[in-house]
């Protein structure tokens, strides 16, 4: 269930979303595009084109080389879009380390971005974790083991079919991207320092569960960076709402994004 922030100014848009041709998917850290099958599924009645992109280093490019960082993963997912998207009506849609590589793309194309989902994102300024969390993320890659325990230590409803879809030998994590990904998402953009550079209408979804990024996190997030933006937790979930929290995740999205009647 969607449970909205009882902000008195949460629900107030800075304008309508434009018509969304096309919604693009950032994964996360020790993720990949295919991350956001259970989302992608669940939105599919709503005939909205959907591009879920891997990173480098992750998923059916498990074996690229890097290197990991916030800029590069721009550049790649504006390669991307570029080749496979419309040129206008796109919606971001980030989740956690995705969350910041949306911003910096949607501050790279704003008139493209009709509206930019950030889900439990990770703040663009980084995200400083203490030594022994740091230790069990950094050195994960290419462990099915370890990266299944991370999986089910942030997660409250994660499916056993989607932990062994995410740990398929081929498409896991290696070493060299979790620890350039890892630092990169810790260290952040100095982008993040500032104000939300993004003008447009923004959604900032947080998990009610979250022990990852929690609700405090979330809420300082919208106010010092993006004042306007709704801000909205999805209820049973931990740090995957897109996969813990399929239906519930979409139904909020399409309400946001206007899906479904005024969809191209």
């Not at 980030?94 to 949607?106: T, Y």
């Not at 953009?189 to 998990?207: C, M, N, S, V």
């Not at 709704?230 to 740090?239: A, D, P, Q």
């Amino acid at each position: 269930m969607d449970a909205p922030s009882n902000h008195p100014s949460q629900q107030a848009r800075d304008r309508s979303v434009e018509p969304v041709r096309a919604a693009v998917f950032i994964h996360g850290f020790l993720d990949s595009g295919a991350s956001w099958t259970p989302l992608v599924r669940a939105l599919s009645p709503y005939g909205v084109q959907c591009l879920a992109p891997d990173l480098r280093g992750a998923g059916e490019r498990a074996a690229e080389q890097g290197p990991y960082t916030l800029a590069q993963a721009v550049d790649d997912v504006l390669e991307r879009v570029g080749s496979a998207g419309p040129a206008e009506g796109l919606a971001l849609v980030g989740h956690s380390m995705g969350a910041q590589i949306a911003e910096l793309v949607a501050m790279r194309i704003p008139r493209q971005i009709a509206a930019l989902v950030l889900i439990t994102p990770t703040p663009l300024e980084g995200n400083a974790l203490p030594d022994d969390v740091r230790t069990m993320l950094r050195e994960s890659g290419g462990d099915i083991q370890a990266q299944r325990r991370i999986r089910q230590l942030f997660s409250r409803n994660l499916s056993e079919d989607f932990l062994q879809a995410s740990l398929h030998p081929a498409r896991i994590m290696a070493k060299a991207a979790a620890r350039g990904y890892y630092d990169a998402f810790t260290d952040g953009d100095r982008a993040g320092e500032r104000p939300g550079a993004y003008g447009g209408p923004t959604l900032i979804l947080g998990a009610a569960d979250d022990p990852v990024i929690p609700r405090e996190m979330v809420e300082r997030i919208r106010t010092a960076r993006h004042p306007r933006a709704e801000l909205s937790f999805i209820e049973g979930s931990g740090h995957w709402p897109q996969a813990e929290q399929p239906a519930a995740t979409a139904a909020r999205l399409r309400d946001f994004l206007g899906l479904g009647a005024d969809t191209p």
